[in-house]
């Protein structure tokens, strides 16, 4: 029986496992400070939700992450300290992001994230890393789709110039 064979978490990890879990916990952990700080910004309840929904996914993920590397003897990046509640008010309207910034910035966070997942699932050797990924993909997607489906309600979504077919046209 060779070394990658049997029960998957026996198995050892391999550079590129490490260094992909390390990071996504790393940058997680960076995504949900600043998610707490935009909370704060936010005005329109829905995106609150959607934030929270964010801050909340993204704390299983670092858990599940962090479990995984905790079990294999891997020491954890520093976590940021929690962000303090602010009152919307209290913030300058100048200084402030506005509620379609913030949930811009929610769908490009959730972009990179799918193609850090997917990136991870593919060059897993282990089962269990790649299930795990497979997991928070999908977790992503589900979310990519609610804040798609905000930012249309909203009228925050800036399309790309449309291409409009000329075969129509006699």
Avoid: C
Avoid at 33 to 53: R, V
Avoid at 60 to 77: A, F, R, T
Avoid at 106 to 127: F, H, K, N, T, Y
Wanted: aromatic residues 4%.
């Amino acid at each position: 029986m060779g070394i990658l064979s049997g029960n998957p978490q026996e198995e050892p990890m391999h550079y590129g496992e490490v260094f992909g879990a390390w990071t996504a916990v790393y940058a997680g952990k960076g995504m949900i400070a600043s998610y707490q700080t935009l909370l704060n910004h936010a005005g329109d309840e829905d995106l609150k939700k959607l934030i929270q929904e964010a801050i909340d996914l993204g704390n299983q993920e670092m858990s599940d992450i962090e479990m995984l590397l905790k079990n294999n003897g891997i020491g954890l990046p520093p976590t940021p300290p929690e962000r303090p509640k602010a009152d919307l008010e209290s913030i300058p309207t100048g200084a402030r992001f506005m509620d379609n910034e913030i949930a811009s910035k929610m769908s490009a966070d959730v972009a990179a994230g799918l193609i850090a997942a997917s990136e991870m699932i593919g060059q897993s050797v282990r089962e269990d890393i790649a299930t795990l990924f497979g997991t928070i993909h999908n977790q992503k997607a589900a979310l990519g789709m609610k804040i798609l489906r905000l930012n249309k309600e909203k009228g925050w979504l800036v399309p790309p110039p449309l291409h409009l077919s000329n075969v129509d046209e006699k």
